[in-house]
Each structure stands twice: as C-alpha cells, then as structure tokens.
C-alpha cells in the first residue's frame, strides 16, 4: 500500500508504544500501523501524519471504533479524519489531506484487503 500512495515511511505499533495504549487490550485493535505521507509535517507519528490502518477481531469492533472517533472529531475541534472500513479494518486518514488523496488512499486499501 505504501507504494500506491504519497507514503515515506510507515511504523508499526506495539502494545509497549501504541499513541492511543489500546493495540491488543480488550475490544480493541489486534494491530496497528501508520503510514506517513510525504506532503505533511511529522513530528509525532500518528493519524494527523497521514493515515493509520487499524485491525480488529471482528467488523462490529471496527465499526464501533469508527463511530467512537467520528463523535470525537464532531464539530472538527479535533480534526476530521476520513474513514474506510473493509470488514474487521479500519483506515483512517487525516482531513489535513484532500479528498482527492483519500481516495487514492482508499483505492490502495481496498486493493490490499
């Protein structure tokens, strides 16, 4: 997926350095990483650097996780984020990108699911 879009670099998450200490605790994401894109500022890896793929056991989880976030960013105090979900995945990508980029994001994640 890194080649299909305008990623520099992805790092994956573990349990011991996950931003958001969720990856593998109790209903939440089994892995994570985050892809980031060449065309943002990058300081502390994380969604706003580009784009993040969550996994989860199961597509209710995922959904859930999604509804979670969207109720965070309501109003955009927070942000907006771009979400596409593909069974028990998720692909959040930062609202700082066009969607224009979403969607060539989108494509490749839908492509490597």
């Not at 994380?46 to 509804?67: L, M, N, P, W, Y």
Request: glycine share 8%; charged share 20%; hydrophobic share 40%.
């Amino acid at each position: 997926m890194k080649a299909a879009v305008n990623a520099k670099a992805v790092k994956v998450w573990t349990a011991e350095n996950d931003p958001n200490k969720l990856l593998g605790r109790p209903g939440q994401y089994t892995s994570s990483a985050t892809l980031i894109d060449k065309s943002l500022p990058c300081h502390d890896p994380g969604v706003d650097c580009g784009a993040t793929i969550e996994v989860f056991a199961t597509a209710a989880e995922t959904t859930k996780r999604a509804a979670y976030i969207a109720s965070l960013r309501t109003g955009g105090m927070l942000g907006t984020e771009y979400h596409t979900i593909v069974g028990s995945t998720l692909l959040r990508v930062t609202g700082e990108l066009t969607p224009k980029v979403n969607a060539k994001y989108a494509a490749a994640f839908k492509a490597s699911t």
